[in-house]
Each structure stands twice: as C-alpha cells, then as structure tokens.
Nanobody, 122 residues
Framework: QVQLVESGGGLVQAGGSLRLSCAAS????????MGWYRQAPGKQRELVAL???????NYADSVKGRFAISRDNAKNTMYLQMDSLKPEDTAVYYC????????????????WGQGTQVTVSS
C-alpha cells in the first residue's frame, strides 16, 4: 500500500521558518505531480504549491516569495520550506501526490497524507 507521511510542523513565531517533509512509501513505480495544500479552521482546503516530476513549480499568490517547494525523486520525498511565516499561514498542511504503483500500474492515483499542524503566533 502507498502511504504519504508528513513531518516538520509545529509552533513558530511570526517571521520564523519551518520546513515540512512528505515521504511516500510502499510499492511505487513513479510519482507525477506532488503538492502541498492547507486547511485553516472554518475554511476550505486550498492549494499552496505544486511541483512536477521535472521540477516545475507553481505557488499560490499568498505564499509566493516566502515558500519554496522541492522534491528528491530518488527518495520519493517532497519538501516545503516556509520562511517569513505569518499568523494567517496557520493551518493543517497536507501533502498530495499522483502515484503509479502496484495497485494501479497504468494510472496515476491521488494520495493524501494525514496532515501536519502549523501554528504561527503573532
């Protein structure tokens, strides 16, 4: 079974930094697009950043210039470096990946991690 596990969340003061990691494990043949999403209390889940298998990136306007997404294809791991954090960045952060594995050999299926809490105090 394919599994995504996030780590690196926590409590930080405004202006601080955190680095999130998302590790994919299981019977994986290949990973297509990976991304970070977040959901604040009472709000819908929103896209934070995406990265293709080739390294092309896309960011939400609210995080451009402050967050950086990257991935290590050899380790099936994705990262989100978050700098200049603001209280409005407080949310549960989820990783998502399109994965082709032993249970879906010819189609990329979406998988989600369990989420990691990021809290930014003012």
């Amino acid at each position: 079974q394919v599994q995504l596990v996030e780590s690196g969340g926590g409590l930080v003061q405004a202006g601080g930094s955190l680095r999130l990691s998302c590790a994919a494990s299981g019977s994986i043949f290949s990973i297509n697009v990976m991304g970070w999403y977040r959901q604040a209390p009472g709000k819908q889940r929103e896209l934070v950043a995406l990265i293709s298998s080739g390294g092309a990136t896309n960011y939400a306007d609210s995080v451009k210039g402050r967050f950086a997404i990257s991935r290590d294809n050899a380790k099936n791991t994705m990262y989100l470096q978050m700098d200049s954090l603001k209280p409005e960045d407080t949310a549960v952060y989820y990783c998502n990946a399109e994965i082709r594995g032993s249970t879906s050999m010819y189609t990329f299926l979406p998988y989600w991690g369990q989420g990691t809490q990021v809290t930014v105090s003012s």
